[in-house]
């Protein structure tokens, strides 16, 4: 849901970040963007604007806004901003306003998508959605990043919840290299 939830706002191009707003404990933070995604991402941009400024033009391309916002900012529901980053490709109506929009796409697709992967890898331990959030704390670890790093871009409250993924720091005998390997 992080990913889904993130807008256009969100993800900095020029500082390589990304800010995760209301993710784990109900908490914003910040978080790397990848580099290595930065021009396909860009692409998708680009082609989600298109639709969302022709939403617009057809008196569409509204996005529901967090808490108050919506009175506050009345207009600020079709700025290009605002929008998400995947939305869906259908429309909502509310009845009550008249207002029409797009939503983010829901988590399921998402989920079946990396299911589906998962099942043509031919992987056999499971794999969900979430497990993407360990292996990137996981490599962050084996890469040599100290632990208090690690919690902060997880959004942990404690570090001792981020301690748990330590286990890849203590791998015995099988993480031992031989010193005659550096011959």
Same mark, same amino acid.
């Given at each position: 849901?992080?990913?889904?939830?993130?807008?256009?706002?969100?993800?900095?191009?020029?500082?390589?970040?990304?800010?995760?707003?209301?993710?784990?404990?109900?908490?914003?933070?910040?978080?790397?963007?990848?580099? =290595? #995604?930065?021009?396909?991402?860009?692409?998708?941009?680009?082609?989600?604007?298109? @639709?969302? &400024?022709?939403? /617009?033009? *057809?008196?569409?391309?509204?996005?529901?806004?967090?808490?108050?916002?919506?009175?506050?900012?009345?207009?600020?529901?079709?700025?290009?901003?605002?929008?998400?980053?995947?939305?869906?490709? =259908? #429309?909502?109506?509310?009845?009550?306003?008249?207002?029409?929009?797009?939503?983010? @796409?829901? &988590?399921?697709? /998402?989920? *079946?998508?990396?299911?589906?992967?998962?099942?043509?890898?031919?992987?056999?331990?499971?794999?969900?959605?979430?497990?993407?959030?360990?292996?990137?704390?996981?490599?962050?670890?084996?890469?040599?990043?100290?632990?208090?790093?690690?919690?902060?871009?997880?959004?942990?409250?404690?570090?001792?919840?981020?301690?748990?993924?330590?286990?890849?720091?203590?791998?015995?005998?099988?993480?031992?290299?031989?010193?005659?390997?550096?011959?």
């Amino acid at each position: 849901m992080e990913c889904l939830r993130l807008r256009v706002q969100d993800v900095d191009f020029s500082l390589n970040q990304i800010i995760v707003r209301d993710g784990k404990g109900n908490k914003d933070r910040v978080t790397m963007f990848p580099s =290595s #995604i930065k021009e396909k991402l860009s692409k998708h941009l680009n082609n989600v604007k298109m @639709i969302h &400024e022709q939403d /617009v033009a *057809k008196g569409l391309g509204r996005v529901l806004l967090p808490d108050a916002l919506t009175r506050k900012y009345p207009n600020a529901s079709k700025e290009w901003r605002w929008q998400w980053i995947f939305p869906q490709e =259908s #429309i909502w109506h509310n009845k009550g306003t008249g207002e029409r929009g797009r939503h983010h @796409i829901d &988590e399921s697709i /998402v989920q *079946k998508a990396v299911k589906g992967a998962v099942t043509a890898a031919g992987l056999v331990k499971r794999a969900t959605c979430h497990t993407f959030r360990h292996s990137f704390a996981t490599h962050l670890l084996e890469d040599g990043y100290d632990i208090r790093t690690v919690q902060e871009l997880l959004g942990h409250k404690d570090v001792k919840t981020t301690m748990i993924y330590t286990h890849v720091l203590n791998k015995g005998p099988a993480a031992v290299r031989s010193p005659a390997d550096n011959l």
